[in-house]
């Protein structure tokens, strides 16, 4: 392995701020929170391979530059966020099928990437065109964005659910996404870096049979439960091709990012093409009541779940968001959960729940390898990448 320059983010923060880190490998995917999704790493790396010396400022700006906006491939998914098995309470979270709604629909089927290990077909062709497939044993879920369309179909099901972004800003659409490649992973690490933030190159890597550098992420403060991330950067086109968060308390990786193989050929048109067949169960983005559509911004969440406004404690990595919960949801603070809750959903959160007390009152930890959450017996959350200690330090600043 050849030795390499380091340098923390003093140097590489500034490009980034000229630079835009723009979204090169957009995937059309709705609905769930960026911190549970993870890919998991590409076959087994063959081999540290001897490159260029390369510093991290140039390593940032290469992924910066990157033009990347056509390419296919397979990822595979691991998300392991220490969560007991989630069973009916993914569903029962977010609503089930509401009235209008479908199997199909992105914001049903997505809770799923939110643990375990999955398979995903990967395709992009510029900002227009993007296909997003999850393979099963005997099933296939997708996620096809072609021009003004907007389809997803459900294999199982034979269902499909259809809208369209006609006239719709791309910029609004593109902020109710989740990450779901390793470029859009690592966009969202550079951009919240700052000067909490250790940014180094930790030698190569292959990835897919690509040669790749390695840019090693790690916050400076404690308190976070982050330990590190690691990124494997294509040495020819700049593009992420794998992701890698480590928890801070040790142990397997938390989200897993990478591809077991990719081409940055063109799609084949007829890739992004769909029609649904005879018999299909198509249901209109239209039909569905406006609160059970993805994609809705956090005002339509706050006005529907009532939530007062979001502040934030702290900075950096263990920045903790605080908020104030309706009153519907106060049970969870004594870890009893809501009545509006499903029994299958109130039993998950006990099985999460850590009774506390602080300068702040009293309240429950909901825990997880990565994410904490603290909700108080006033009705308060406090939620950050931060240790249970760190969190309860943060609600009595609050």
Excluded: C
């Excluded at 890597?205 to 690509?210: D, E, H, L």
């Amino acid at each position: 392995m050849a030795p390499y320059e380091t340098e923390d983010s003093q140097g590489g923060r500034s490009a980034v701020r000229r630079k835009a880190v723009r979204y090169a490998v957009p995937v059309t995917v709705v609905g769930v929170a960026a911190a549970a999704i993870g890919l998991v790493p590409a076959l087994a790396d063959s081999g540290d391979p001897d490159l260029p010396k390369i510093s991290a400022r140039e390593l940032i700006e290469k992924i910066a530059a990157s033009d990347t906006e056509q390419l296919s491939g397979t990822v595979k998914i691991h998300t392991d966020l220490g969560l007991p098995s989630l069973g009916g309470a993914a569903s029962s979270f977010g609503g089930g099928a509401g009235k209008g709604s479908s199997s199909a629909d992105p914001k049903e089927k997505l809770t799923e990437l939110a643990s375990g290990t999955h398979t995903l077909r990967v395709a992009a062709d510029g900002q227009d065109r993007q296909k997003l497939s999850v393979l099963d044993d005997a099933s296939e879920y997708s996620v096809i964005h072609n021009g003004d369309d907007l389809w997803a179909y459900d294999s199982a099901s034979d269902e499909a659910y259809h809208a369209t972004t006609e006239g719709k800003s791309d910029k609004g659409q593109r902020s109710s996404e989740a990450p779901a490649t390793p470029k859009e992973l690592t966009d969202e690490i550079l951009k919240a870096s700052g000067d909490h933030t250790s940014i180094t190159v930790d030698g190569t890597a292959q990835v897919a049979g690509r040669d790749a550098y390695r840019l090693q992420i790690k916050p400076k403060q404690s308190g976070s439960t982050v330990g590190a991330v690691t990124v494997a950067v294509d040495a020819k086109t700049g593009t992420p091709l794998k992701f890698t968060l480590t928890p801070s308390s040790g142990g397997a990786a938390v989200v897993d990012a990478g591809f077991t193989s990719v081409d940055f050929g063109k799609p084949a048109a007829s890739t992004f093409d769909f029609k649904p067949a005879k018999g299909t169960k198509v249901t209109e983005a239209d039909d569905v009541p406006a609160q059970d559509r993805p994609g809705k911004g956090h005002e339509e969440f706050k006005g529907a779940q009532g939530l007062d406004g979001l502040n934030v404690i702290g900075e950096g990595w263990t920045s903790v968001a605080e908020l104030k919960l309706p009153k519907e949801a106060a049970g969870l603070a004594s870890g009893a959960g809501s009545a509006d809750l499903p029994p299958d959903a109130s039993k998950f959160l006990n099985s999460l729940g850590d009774r506390v007390k602080g300068d702040f009152g009293s309240g429950t930890v909901y825990s997880t390898r990565l994410v904490n959450v603290l909700v108080t017996e006033d009705g308060k959350v406090y939620a950050g990448a931060v240790t249970k200690d760190a969190l309860v330090k943060a609600a009595d600043a609050g």
